[in-house]
Nanobody, 114 residues
Framework: QVQLAESGGGLVQPGGSLRLSCAASRSILIFNAMGWYRQFPGKERELVATISGGGVIRYADSVKGRFTISRDSAKNTVYLQMNSLKLEDTAVYYC????????WGQGTQVTVSS
């Protein structure tokens, strides 16, 4: 079993930045892919960014050039640096790690508001 602990959400003004962290309870080197998803009220969870075990990165079009996903294997942690935040980025953000099955974090609220 794997536990994922998210942190870093909060309230930020438009144009601001936040960094989300997702710490795993075991080495992240075993995972096929790690990523971030977000969910708007009443909507399905959607992909934000992923990084494969081999380091291939993919972003949703809506966040390209603004968000950056990265990982620190020594800390068993994946990050999502979010810059130039917009009102429409407001959502609950979830980290996801995949190794044959999906593991999810508890979710962290990101609110972009003036």
């Amino acid at each position: 079993q794997v536990q994922l602990a998210e942190s870093g959400g909060g309230l930020v003004q438009p144009g601001g930045s936040l960094r989300l962290s997702c710490a795993a309870s075991r080495s992240i080197l075993i995972f096929n892919a790690m990523g971030w998803y977000r969910q708007f009220p009443g909507k399905e969870r959607e992909l934000v960014a992923t990084i494969s075990g081999g380091g291939v990165i993919r972003y949703a079009d809506s966040v390209k050039g603004r968000f950056t996903i990265s990982r620190d294997s020594a800390k068993n942690t994946v990050y999502l640096q979010m810059n130039s935040l917009k009102l429409e980025d407001t959502a609950v953000y979830y980290c996801n790690f995949n190794r044959y099955i999906d593991y999810w974090g508890q979710g962290t609220q990101v609110t972009v508001s003036s």
